[in-house]
């Protein structure tokens, strides 16, 4: 999904007014998406204000769909680590050098923090656009591609400088497209919408029959101090 935001946001307007959204199914081993991944989980605050928002999108969107913002599922993605799909454990070797090299960059990242700007329809799905509050969220993506040279190279271009939490995936025709791009165009741009994450989980994807949703398989708290903060107090 490369892109800027308008791009990402006029590209997936146009496929689903034309019926052409890309519909996902659920995860299969060696599939091409829903490799293991880096995510932040929003703070409840924020998470259920996406939850409110993905719920009016997906009444739009119709049955079928994956509603991705929801109790236990809602995060943004920080990196894929990798491309295909795996059905693994937290034994895994894989799991625990990335959980190895996740947890010694944690120790010097503060707190994520982000400002929801407003919302994008993508050719899969309805996106919450977030935007950096100050540089830790790009800083901890780029250490974590720089120390994962094979990950980094394709990751970067796919999601470049871009910051997003999914609100729905489409898995089933889109029931009323002229409606939903009305209400996601109202809405490119919001009142800005702080959200925090204090960590960050290296997380497999399963499909619970509902929808595709991230499981951790180990979590690596942020401890770092934030941007202009002293004495170890947040500003």
């Known amino acids: 999904m490369s892109g800027s935001p308008e791009t990402i946001h006029q590209r997936g307007r146009d496929a689903v007014l034309a019926g052409r959204a890309l519909l996902d199914v659920p995860p299969v081993p060696g599939g091409a998406r829903w490799g293991l991944s880096l995510v932040a989980r929003p703070d409840v605050a924020a998470a259920e204000r996406l939850q409110a928002l993905a719920a009016e999108a997906a009444a739009l969107a119709g049955p ?6 929801s109790p236990g599922s809602t995060h943004l993605t920080v990196t894929y680590l990798e491309s295909s ?47 950096p509050v100050d540089g830790a969220a790009d800083a901890l993506r780029a250490q974590v591609l720089r ?42 741009s919001l009142p800005p919408m702080p959200v925090t994450a204090d960590g960050v989980d290296v997380v497999r994807y399963e499909y619970d029959g509902a929808r595709t949703v991230p499981v951790t398989l180990a979590a690596a708290a942020l401890t770092g101090v934030p941007e202009g903060a002293t004495d170890g107090a947040q500003a």
């Open 85 to 131: 799909h795996r059905e693994i454990g937290a034994d895994d070797a894989a799991v625990r050098r990335f959980a190895d090299v996740v947890r010694r960059l944690a120790a010097d990242v503060p707190p994520l923090r982000w400002q929801v700007t407003g919302l994008a329809l993508a050719d899969r799905g309805v996106l919450a656009l977030a935007e």
């Open 147 to 188: 120390e994962l040279e094979d990950v980094g190279r394709a990751e970067a271009f796919y999601r470049s400088s871009v910051w997003w939490a999914t609100l729905v995936h489409f898995a089933a025709p889109v029931a009323d497209p002229a409606g939903l791009a009305a209400w996601v165009d109202a809405r490119t």
């Open 64 to 69: 079928g769909q994956w509603v991705t913002a």
